[in-house]
């Protein structure tokens, strides 16, 4: 029944989710048939400053509400001491950016986005304050209501994006004397992209106005100061994370072994690592659903067992998604513009690092309901070393290629040392010997299907099907009872629809 449960959450969360962020995907095509790869790599760089920044200001507070939740039993003093302890921090940030973006805009390289600062410094301030909010709802099972105003955030975004960069140029060329000149400045092209995304997280944080309305003027000193000594190391964590996820884009820039070239690199490698966006997605809504699964779990004498169960069916998941991909990468490709894909190869690399990133969060969940949060922060200050040093020396020599195989030998080494460190503090019976097999097939057919050269499309499709039913028909006979848990799990879904 918890299987049940939790994979009907990961469905509820997960399909408008995981809809409305494929439609946000084909902005990739969209940003990458329109805008040159230097002209994309400021997007990317910004936004890698931007998820940087995000954990920073955030300090760990979403998991630690979940967790404070749990402990004090759904005590509202836990909801109102997060908000304003993160408003407080929040204001304080806006206001260091607004009074000082040209400064910021100068030392990033960008002297005249001193506005673009301003903007992210606004994002940035209306998705903090939306966090907690949106954990009040996972809290409280509303996964519908949370996954519509995360589809409207996508949906506003994409509905804007077009606007600016398609329909605007469009209809001024066609008609000079439209209104649409009083209002768009076709010198500023990805500064679009920018100005929709304010607008919609500034959409989205109004729409959380009834979780606003259950907002007391009560702030605990007491149990922020607990808050705050769970949250640190998961702040610490969180920054290590990100740093391993994103910091290359950033230091590609610096580091990229030809500099006339560096922000067309940061743009094809941003580029291919949105296309692993189909595991990203699923991890992510993985994610939303199990982390309050944890923790309700923790105090059940099977806990361990449900753990691993988890994982186990969450590899079979990924492995799927991982040979899908690759077996129809070059269709995939099709999805950016020709002066990306030259990066084709790094894909399957991004691919398996985010496989190996959902596997360290399962793994992770043994410090998380122990309260020992430090160890994941010593794990993920592991991984950053790994980041840094790996991205400085192999960077300067092989480009994003050198970036790609950084953050994979991260995240396999992090998920070594959880694993190791996890069954020596808290025994989980994970089944060590299939997750491998269900792991190492799919990149024997994926390199199988990259090593030949195929005489035509159809040699290549007939590959890829054949190569998908034959795992599907493995995973089959290793897991006799799977069909009629999906069975179950599609029949809960439909019943909690009714």
């Known amino acids: 029944m918890q299987l049940k449960s939790l994979a009907k959450q990961t469905v509820i969360y997960g399909i408008p989710s995981i809809v409305g962020r494929f439609l946000n995907y084909l902005l990739v095509p969209l940003y990458t048939y329109t805008f040159a790869p230097d002209q994309y790599g400021i997007v990317i760089e910004l936004y890698a400053y931007v998820a940087l920044l995000l954990v920073l200001l955030t300090y760990g507070m979403e998991t630690t509400f979940f967790r404070f939740m749990q402990k004090y039993k759904e005590d509202p003093s836990v909801y109102s001491t997060s908000v304003w302890s ?89 008609n000079p004397d439209s209104w649409l000149q009083h209002i768009y400045d076709p010198g500023m092209g990805v500064g679009y992209i920018f100005i929709s995304n304010l607008i919609a997280s500034l959409f989205t944080f109004a729409c959380l106005l009834p979780q606003w309305l259950q907002l007391r003027f009560r702030f605990r000193w007491g149990l922020w100061k607990e808050m705050m000594i769970y949250s640190l190391p998961i702040m610490i964590w969180g920054l290590a994370g990100i740093i391993n996820g994103t910091f290359d884009r950033i230091l590609l820039k610096y580091l990229s072994p030809d500099p006339a070239t560096a922000m067309s690199q940061v743009g094809i490698y941003g580029a291919c690592y949105k296309l692993s966006i189909i595991m990203t997605l699923f991890v992510q809504a993985f994610r939303f659903a199990a982390e309050p699964f944890f923790f309700k779990q923790m105090d059940q004498k099977d806990a361990p067992r449900t753990y691993a169960q988890v994982m186990r069916y969450f590899v079979i998941a990924c492995s799927f998604i991982y040979l899908i991909c690759v077996l129809f990468l070059p269709q995939l490709m099709y999805f950016v513009g020709p002066e990306y894909r030259e990066g084709a190869d790094v894909v399957p690399i991004l691919l398996m690092a985010n496989f190996f990133l959902g596997v360290f969060f399962n793994l992770s969940v043994w410090y998380k309901v122990s309260d020992k949060t430090r160890i994941g922060m010593y794990i993920s200050l592991i991984g950053a070393a790994i980041t840094l040093g790996m991205n400085f020396a192999l960077i300067p020599h092989f480009g994003y290629h050198g970036a790609a195989w950084t953050v994979f030998t991260c995240y396999a080494v992090l998920c070594i040392i959880s694993y190791i460190w996890g069954q020596k503090c808290y025994p989980v019976p994970y089944p060590l010997g299939r997750m491998l097999i269900y792991t190492a097939i799919p990149v024997l057919l994926g390199w199988l299907g990259r090593t030949f050269a195929w005489n035509s499309l159809a040699a290549q499709l007939l590959f890829g099907a054949t190569g998908l039913i034959a795992f599907t028909l493995f995973v089959g006979k290793m897991e006799p009872e799977l069909p009629s848990t999906l069975k179950g799990i599609v029949h809960s879904i439909r019943r909690s629809k009714k």
């Open 86 to 174: 993160l408003a407080a921090t929040t204001s304080l940030f806006l206001a260091l950016v607004i009074g000082f973006h040209d400064q910021i805009g100068q030392a990033l390289g960008y002297p005249d986005a001193g506005q673009y600062i301003t903007w992210f410094g606004i994002i940035l301030s209306a998705d903090v304050m939306s966090a907690i909010p949106f954990c009040l709802l996972r809290e409280q099972n509303k996964a519908g209501r949370f996954a519509l105003l995360k589809s409207l955030n996508i949906a506003l975004n994409i509905a804007l994006n077009l606007f600016f960069i398609v329909y605007c140029p469009h209809r001024i060329e066609s």
